[in-house]
């Protein structure tokens, strides 16, 4: 079993800043790709930004206000959103794609998801 825990979530004014965090734990012997995703009420759920093989890839909307970064702890990210507009509010979920040790495999898993709400 492999679970992803987020934490961070919560209500900014806009041009304010948060930071989330996600922790993975389990039977992990590698992560391929590791990062956030965010669904807006009505709408699909879309990338946010990802840690790739060591390529960070971000959507056009996080570029330059968004950073995501690895944590001292073991696989764990975090995501620092600055300059937040009310267009950000959403529902933003971890996801990583993993190697498991036990069994022996590759797991896609999602966080429950923390809600980030940006007042205007």
């Known amino acids: 079993q492999v679970q992803l825990v987020e934490s961070g979530g919560g209500s900014v004014q806009a041009g304010g800043s948060l930071k989330l965090s996600c922790a993975a734990s389990?039977?992990?012997?590698?992560?391929?790709?590791m990062g956030w995703y965010r669904q807006a009420l009505g709408k699909q759920r879309e990338l946010v930004t990802v840690?790739?093989?060591?390529?960070?890839h971000y959507a056009d909307s996080a570029k330059g206000r968004f950073t995501i970064s690895s944590g001292n702890a073991k696989n764990t990210v975090y995501l620092q959103m600055n300059d937040l507009k009310p267009e950000d509010t959403a529902v933003y979920y971890c996801?990583?794609?993993?190697?498991?040790?036990?069994?022996?495999?590759?797991?896609?898993?999602w966080g429950q998801g923390t809600l980030v709400t940006v007042s205007s």
């Open positions: 996801y990583a794609d993993v190697w498991t040790q036990i069994p022996a495999g590759s797991l896609e898993v």
């Open positions: 389990g039977s992990i012997s590698a992560i391929n790709t």
């Open positions: 840690v790739s093989s060591g390529i960070t």
